[in-house]
């Protein structure tokens, strides 16, 4: 199977699984508006009955923003100008390049949602893998035989992210950049000494990643119980088939074009519901593109060493299990 | 090049020819303009492999004072960057600061007086001071602190005598430390020679270099001549009078300047050097010099329009610009000496990727070419009263861009401050953003603008002399009107020039134009730290009601009475904080009337009632919010409808697409 080919049918997969979509999408609500109440609570009590509030309605009131920060805490201090249209992209996307930390109560959602998100993947990844609607019943039973798996596989992750961002990223840019720009008086090549370093690190990062994915892939079609097994015979398929390489590059290159596009449309401070209808549009493209990486890795995986919708494990049917109810009377 | 440029493009042949043509000295002003009390003859070797300094100076100081000079102060800013026991460092640390935690051996700095002399008339040596000469540290005994020395003179120079020294001294670059310093091949020389204090009525007004603080000396004329490796541009206080060769790979620019009160100069081999003249009706033109990174070379026109913008608006407001020329260098990437005025000369501060519509780097330069008037023109202390000049300053040339630098968007940046991002709904204002209501309200309370400056409490003296006093002034503006304030400060500046104001001069100059007394202000804004905070305690607006017991002719009798058509509108005001300052307190009705009372805020709160046949749709103390002191101007309104719902559901469903994208960011490594 080409790379085209794998992406394309990455695509149709994802467009046949509008339920994952909204699904992964929700997730992301659910996590997030626990703390966006928070943060509507915080916000109307420091507005109280004040005018400042029609301004702050109608568009920005930057006084009244400066004086809410400045009195904020938890939520209320990540009420940032920064999480005004694409600076928000900016702003994540830097953060994670530049391994800034998070205040705690963020830091304690994306957790979560790393959490949630390791529990949903098994059976994303086995939908995806199906080609075919399961049931809920089907997604949730997947969910629960991969998610021990995949924790196994996330501490190896973890420790492998863990050396790059803590290790090699402080290396990079806290020990050799200073280093290079020590006697640096253009702000051009510092600039551009920076840029390299970024593509320097992104490079083992995206590796790890591509690597993770094709173990997560293999663990999900050939039913494997090993992760050690899965994430050595991931790394196996990467190196042996660099198209793997060519499809990353490919999903990267729509995952841009979902930035690009929001870069075009995203909001500023002046609309509200069509600002947040078009944020909402926005994070479904970003799960359409998480879902297309996993969906065209295991249309690769599958077209290369098996054959479409190949999983070894079988159907799940529920209840799977031996189950009092399931044996019935007299037998 | 820069001179025949200066001359319509003629093309001179060398020195000599400048020297005839400019009467001997280039400077525009001929006609002494201060008091010339410490004049320098200086002549300088720059040597960039060793980045040092070797220098000899002849200081021509006249006791202007009433008492009899005993002793000298002269200053060695660099030994600042000696070791980490100066005060400049313990400052920073004292701030949370540790500036030479990680220095190489080769960045420290230094300044030594090789020979210390008192001159006879006619030239010749009188006495030798250097055995006299001690480090002394007034301010805060720190004995291992070198930034200021002093010598007893063997005889005591009378009101009106002059005393004639010879210095010979050597320095060495400090790396790129507080607005001095080398980096690479660019060299920013300043605070560089051995520098007297200035002899006032109690004695010497000399005090040591701490972080906190900036400079304070006499006027008087500058002949410098700086020898640096030949092809180097020079930029310098001042116009340059000649160019001679010094040796091989060596040439001695000299530079003059009168009526001045320091000297700063800058080399490097990669200035691009750019010209624009200053042409305004009713103000003298001046020459702009313009030394640019390369790598900014698209910006000069955003470097001369905001120069001459400070030029235009402070001379209409202020007074002229009288020298005629200003050199604006555009300070290279990592040198830390961005944002400093010298005079005639200041440095700017850019970034590569400078999106336009966001005053960077328009601010810093206007905010520099303010300097030369209220700095360089009107000399305050600097060291004990900044925020004289720093204030001043920060109020004015936030003004000039209100006036000129229009939008002036928010811009943040990302990726390791490196990739700049413009917020087009957010158009920074003059009277909270370009006057930092932020920094006011951060640290507002924590020292008094009265404390000398360098004692302010450390990391404070941009809260407080800058944004406190910018707020303050603006506050000032707004009670009076602008053409009042402006004509106070006309009055102060045209009053001040070339001298040395205090800031009770600048207090007597407010009363007399105003015809009022602004006592009780200042005892607040400078003498206290007081913060201040107008709020709206309780706003009700319902029908007239009223129930109990009424005379009726048999006496008391219970009854409950609606007064039809009628509503009572109740409103407390409360003082907050300790700051008073008069205010308006503004109600308006459902049919668009307005009442407005005058509230003198000093006691802790005040009702105010008003019956109207319409019912109240809100309230708002100081509506036109006149005191920008007041930190937080949430409160000072109420709305018996407000929007608050609807704003706090749009902003936090803002920031819950945020969050959305933080999850799927993260989602990458799962």
């Known amino acids: 199977m080409s790379i085209l080919a794998a992406f394309i049918d990455g695509l149709r997969r994802v467009q046949r699984a509008p339920w994952l979509v909204a699904g992964l999408w929700l997730s992301t609500v659910l996590l997030a508006l626990p703390l966006a109440v928070m943060l509507h609570d915080q916000i109307g009590t420091h507005l109280g009955s004040s005018l400042a509030a029609q301004a702050a309605a109608e568009g920005v009131n930057y006084d009244w923003w400066n004086e809410f920060l400045a009195q904020a805490s938890g939520v209320g201090q990540s009420f940032v100008p920064a999480i005004l249209g694409f600076a928000a992209v900016l702003k994540n996307v830097s953060g994670v390049a530049d391994a800034t930390g998070l205040p705690l109560v963020i830091a304690s959602v994306v957790i979560a949602h790393l959490a949630a998100s390791m529990f949903l993947v098994g059976g994303a990844l086995d939908r995806l893998a199906r080609d075919r609607a399961l049931g809920a019943g089907g997604f949730f039973s997947a969910c629960g035989v991969y998610v021990v798996r995949f924790l196994r596989l996330g501490v190896m992750a973890a420790a492998a992210y863990w050396l790059l961002f803590v290790h090699l990223h402080a290396w990079l840019f806290d020990r050799l950049y200073p280093w290079l720009i020590e006697d640096l008086t253009v702000e051009r090549t510092a600039f551009f000494y920076r840029m390299a370093l970024y593509v320097v690190f992104a490079i083992p990062v995206l590796l790890v990643n591509l690597v993770f994915d094709y173990a997560k892939v293999r663990a999900v079609v050939e039913d494997r119980r090993s992760m050690i097994g899965a994430l050595s015979a991931g790394a196996r398929f990467v190196v042996r088939n660099p198209a793997t390489i060519g499809l990353y590059a490919l999903n990267s290159a729509l995952f841009l074009v979902v930035i690009g596009f929001y870069f075009l449309v995203a909001p500023g401070g002046a609309s509200n519901l069509l600002a947040f209808a078009i944020g909402q549009l926005y994070i479904v493209l970003r799960v359409v593109v998480r879902l297309q990486f996993a969906a065209s890795q295991v249309a690769l995986f599958q077209g290369r060493l098996a054959h479409a919708g190949y999983v070894a494990r079988p159907l799940p049917k529920w209840p799977d299990s031996p189950a009092a109810e399931a044996i019935g009377p007299g037998v | ?670």
């Open chain 2, 1 to 670: 090049m820069a001179v025949s440029k200066r001359l319509g493009g003629q093309v001179l042949a060398g020195t000599v020819a400048i020297l005839v043509l400019a009467g001997g000295e280039r400077p525009a002003v001929q006609t002494p303009l201060s008091p010339r009390t410490a004049n320098y003859d200086i002549d300088v070797t720059l040597d960039p492999g060793t980045r040092t300094l070797t220098g000899g100076e002849t200081i021509t100081w006249t006791n202007t004072g009433a008492m009899a000079a005993y002793s000298i102060r002269l200053h060695l800013y660099w030994n600042a960057f000696r070791n980490s026991e100066s005060s400049w460092v313990k400052q920073r640390q004292l701030a949370g600061d540790d500036p030479f935690a990680d220095t190489p051996a080769g960045d420290f700095g230094y300044s030594e007086i090789d020979t210390l002399q008192v001159l006879a008339e006619d030239g010749t040596p009188a006495a030798d001071l250097k055995p006299a000469l001690r480090y002394i540290s007034p301010d805060d005994q720190n004995l291992d602190d070198r930034s200021l020395t002093a010598a007893e003179l063997p005889v005591p120079i009378e009101p009106g005598q002059t005393l004639r020294l010879r210095v010979t001294w050597t320095g060495r670059f400090p790396k790129n430390f507080d607005r001095t310093g080398a980096i690479g091949d660019y060299f920013f020389v300043s605070q560089w020679f051995p520098k007297l204090g200035v002899f006032e009525t109690g004695g010497w007004t000399a005090h040591q270099f701490f972080a906190n603080s900036e400079f304070y000396s006499d006027f008087g004329r500058y002949d410098v001549r700086m020898t640096v490796p030949s092809g180097w541009t020079v930029g310098a206080t001042g116009v340059e009078q000649s160019r001679s060769d010094a040796g091989p790979g060596r040439t001695t620019h000299r530079y003059v300047q009168a009526d001045v009160h320091d000297f700063a100069w800058t080399t490097s081999p990669d200035f691009v050097e750019h010209q624009q003249r200053f042409e305004h009706e009713g103000l003298p033109a001046v020459d702009m010099r313009l030394l640019l990174q390369p790598e900014h070379a698209g910006q000069a026109d955003r470097h001369f329009a905001a120069t001459a913008a400070a030029l235009r608006y402070y001379g209409e407001w202020f007074g002229p610009y009288p020298y005629g020329h200003i050199t604006i260098v555009d300070p290279a990437f990592q040198s830390d000496s961005g944002g400093m005025e010298y005079p005639t000369l200041f440095t700017g501060g850019s970034r590569w990727w400078a999106p336009r519509q966001s005053n960077d780097p328009e601010a810093v330069v206007v905010h520099e070419a303010g300097h030369q008037f209220w700095y360089g023109i009107v000399a305050n202390n600097e060291t004990e009263r900044g925020w004289l000049d720093e204030g001043f300053n920060e109020f004015a040339d936030s003004r000039v861009q209100w006036e000129a630098f229009q939008p002036n968007y928010l811009a943040q940046r990302f990726f390791g401050g490196f990739v700049p991002w413009q917020f087009t709904d957010i158009a920074l204002k003059r009277a909270t953003d370009t006057n930092w209501m932020n920094s006011y309200r951060r640290a507002g309370d924590r020292d008094t603008l009265s404390t000398p400056t360098f004692r302010l409490w450390p990391g404070t003296h941009q809260n407080l002399s800058y944004h406190k006093t910018a707020l303050m002034l603006h506050t000032l503006e707004r009670r009076l009107g602008w053409d009042t304030m402006r004509k106070v400060m006309a009055t102060f500046f045209d009053r001040w020039k070339f001298k040395h104001p205090q800031p009770e001069d600048f207090f007597a100059t407010l009363n007399e134009v105003t015809q009022q007394d602004f006592t009780w202000f200042f005892d607040q804004v400078y003498r206290s730290s007081n913060l201040f905070d107008y709020g709206i305690e309780r706003f009700t607006s319902e029908p007239i009601k009223s129930r109990g017991l009424m005379d009726s002719p048999e006496g008391p009798a219970f009854q409950e009475k609606t007064v039809e058509g009628m509503f009572r509108t109740t409103v407390v005001v409360r003082r907050l904080q300790a700051g008073q300052f008069p205010v308006d307190v503004l109600v308006t009705f459902g049919n668009g009337e307005q009442a407005r009372e005058s509230w003198d805020g000093l006691v802790r709160w005040q009702q105010y009632t008003f019956d109207r046949p319409v019912k109240a749709v809100s309230v708002a103390i100081d509506p036109e919010r006149v005191l920008l002191l007041d930190t937080n101007s949430t409160n000072n309104s109420r709305a018996i409808e407000p929007a608050t719902e609807a704003a706090a559901t749009k902003w936090s469903l803002r920031w819950m697409v945020w969050m959305q994208d933080l999850l799927m960011t993260y989602a990458f490594f799962v």
